[in-house]
């Protein structure tokens, strides 16, 4: 690690560190001004205390600080390490310092191909949280999630209300949409989050395009478009070149405001609460045990595995389970039940060079690039996508994702298939013996409608424990109905022109579990074996259950959550953006409820 008088870097490779190193001397160009740690006593009152400095925590603590109120925000983490800025670096952090490193419990049925039968969960301990170490990026879902959500807690969440939320926060500078009329006027331009992308694409995002047109689907310029789904270029929450999220975009600047107090480093161990009604926190900070009150509300942005582990330690959570931890029974409600997420299958291509190929001098100088003026290969992240349905009544309403990357020659995949993505040693091994020779082509397909359900519960009453993650990961059969043509659709792309030109050809497993199985159901049980999360887990804190349509407790008074629990049912994409959509409503329902709306 190189020391710097600027910065600290987190998990930045050595060709980085060498570059970083050159430059550092002159300038400091990856420098965040980070909100300043808040010198704050044991016992002192804020009107409002929001509990987790994530997407949610971040959106909404920068929005109420525009009130005549004073604001406490806590976040377990710290600063994000300034690698968490260089979009091509975003995988550096998983399994890092800054991340939880959450993990499911072994179910002995799904995910058994992965390391002690066990899916990654990687969640940013950080300022920022997850949008501090996710893909950045900008998707929505679509309208038939949100009138979905209509259905259950009422037309404040149905797809023409959101939308008004999406655009409040999104400055688009898109140059495929903005010169588009039909696609702009379903954005925003004068939020404070930049949704980026150009005309510029790299080799392989052609190359994958040509082959998704090559297989029926149509090219979109617009992967929000909630009317036509296809294969195209997903648009970034990225700015000048660096990560723009609620953190960079939002609360570096609130922070600079006098009635907004960012804690760092302090867990919050449970929300205090009498007569039904939250009055404040227990915060551990370094050896001391604090409590901060609240004149108005609590509200819990902690995410989907951290807010029903305070809810639950606080004493809100399902009866039974909170009687077996010997916890006091404040309010039961079905807290920690309704988990589910994007489920994600992975089919890898071997194929010729030339598809994504990079030479060391070629990733130096991509280095040199960035770190010069912000140019080159870093300023990217994930970058092309295809949605297909199956449904033939719905056909633009997607049931499966298909995202597919590139690994060049001999990159060492066996790290990263260890470390991020969780295989066994065999698979590992196999696959990172072909990419000595071979690029390796992989596409993830995700199921983006899962009926399955799983479950949080407390592992201790321990807060800095983690929770017990149960995934539920195929419990629903139903979930399998359309994986086998999801997966075959993304093995035929080994048989388009330009993939065969290169030789291409899917890599079987080896799967012990699916030895003697064929056709369909060997599909299906490659399905169950291979499975693991797609990082957008939701619902353990639901709207309609736990929280009503304005996302407060129900039965206690004061105190709201405010991130992915919430969502009774996970959108049809990624989820950050939804994120800062439902902090911006919980902005809006706290400032009408305190008479400033």
């Known amino acids: 690690m190189v020391e710097l008088s600027c910065a600290s870097t987190g998990a930045a490779g050595a060709t980085f560190t060498a570059a970083l190193q050159f430059f550092a001397a002159s300038q400091c160009l990856l420098q965040e001004p980070w909100p300043p740690q808040a010198d704050v006593k044991n016992g002192t009152h804020f009107d409002i205390i929001v509990v987790g400095g994530g997407t949610a925590g971040a959106t909404l603590a920068a929005r109420l600080s525009d009130l005549p109120v004073k604001i406490l ?26 991340d939880w490193n959450f993990t499911t419990t072994d179910d002995y049925y799904s995910s058994q191909a992965l390391q002690d039968g066990s899916q990654r969960q990687p969640r940013g301990k950080m300022l920022g949280g997850s949008g501090s170490i996710n893909d950045m990026i900008y998707s929505r879902g679509f309208p038939a999630d949100y009138d979905e959500w209509a259905s259950i807690v009422g037309d404040d969440w149905n797809w023409s209300n959101v939308l008004t939320y999406f655009k409040k926060t999104e400055h688009l500078t898109d140059e495929r949409i903005t010169v588009d009329p039909e696609l702009s006027y379903l954005h925003g331009f004068d939020g404070e989050i930049e949704v980026y992308g150009s005309n510029d694409s790299p080799f392989a995002t052609d190359k994958y395009l040509e082959a998704f047109e090559e297989l029926g689907l149509d090219i979109v310029k617009d992967m929000t478009n909630p009317f036509k789904i296809g294969a195209g270029r997903f ?41 039904d009604t939250a009055y404040g926190v227990k915060v551990l900070l370094n050896d001391d045990e604090l409590q901060f009150f609240a004149d108005k509300e609590v509200v819990v942005t902690a995410g989907t595995f951290n807010t029903p582990k305070i809810l639950m330690l606080s004493g809100i959570g399902p009866k039974e389970h909170l009687d077996e931890m010997g916890i006091n029974v404040v309010k039961d409600l079905p807290v ?59 056909k633009n309403v997607p049931d499966f994702a298909i995202y597919p990357t590139c690994v060049r020659v001999n990159s060492d995949f ?5 470390k991020i993505l969780g295989f066994k040693r065999s698979i590992c091994e196999k696959i990172d013996t072909l990419n000595k020779e071979y690029e390796i082509i992989t596409l993830a397909v995700v199921n983006l409608k899962p009926k399955s359900r799983g479950t949080v519960l407390l592992q201790s009453l321990d807060p800095l424990d983690p929770p017990l993650i149960y995934s539920g990961t195929f419990n629903d059969m139903r979930d399998l109905d359309n994986y086998p043509d999801a997966i075959e659709f993304a093995r035929s792309v080994a048989g388009t022109y330009y993939f065969s030109s290169k030789n291409a050809f899917v890599i079987d497993l080896d799967i012990d579990e699916c030895d003697d199985i064929f056709d369909r159901e060997r599909l299906e049980c490659i399905a169950i074996a291979t499975a693991m999360s797609a990082w957008h887990a939701v619902g353990t804190a639901a709207m309609g259950t736990v929280v009503d349509s304005e996302l407060r407790v129900k039965g206690v008074t004061g105190l709201r959550v405010a991130d992915a629990s919430v969502m009774p049912k996970v959108v049809r994409g990624n989820t ?22």
């Open 73 to 98: 925000l806590v976040e377990a983490g710290g600063d994000p390490p300034q690698d968490s800025i260089i979009p091509g670096l975003k995988d550096s952090m998983k399994g890092s310092y800054y």
């Open 235 to 275: 648009s970034h929450t990225i700015k000048d070149g660096k990560r723009h999220s609620s953190l960079t975009a939002m609360l570096n600047k609130a922070s600079e405001k006098n009635n907004l107090y960012v804690l760092k480093d302090a867990h919050v161990a449970k929300i205090l609460v009498e007569n």
């Open 336 to 394: 920690g039940e309704n988990l589910h997420d994007h489920i994600m299958v992975l089919t890898h291509l071997a194929a010729d060079n030339g598809t994504c190929y990079t030479s060391k001098e070629d990733a130096h100088m991509e280095t040199i690039k960035y770190l010069y003026d912000r140019s080159g290969s870093l300023v990217r992240s994930s970058d092309v996508g295809a949605y297909l349905s199956f449904n033939k009544e719905t």
């Open 414 to 418: 066996y790290v990263p298939c260890r």
């Open 576 to 597: 950050n953006s939804p994120v800062v959509m439902i902090a911006e409503k919980a902005a809006d329902y706290i400032k009408h409820s305190l008479g400033y709306f």
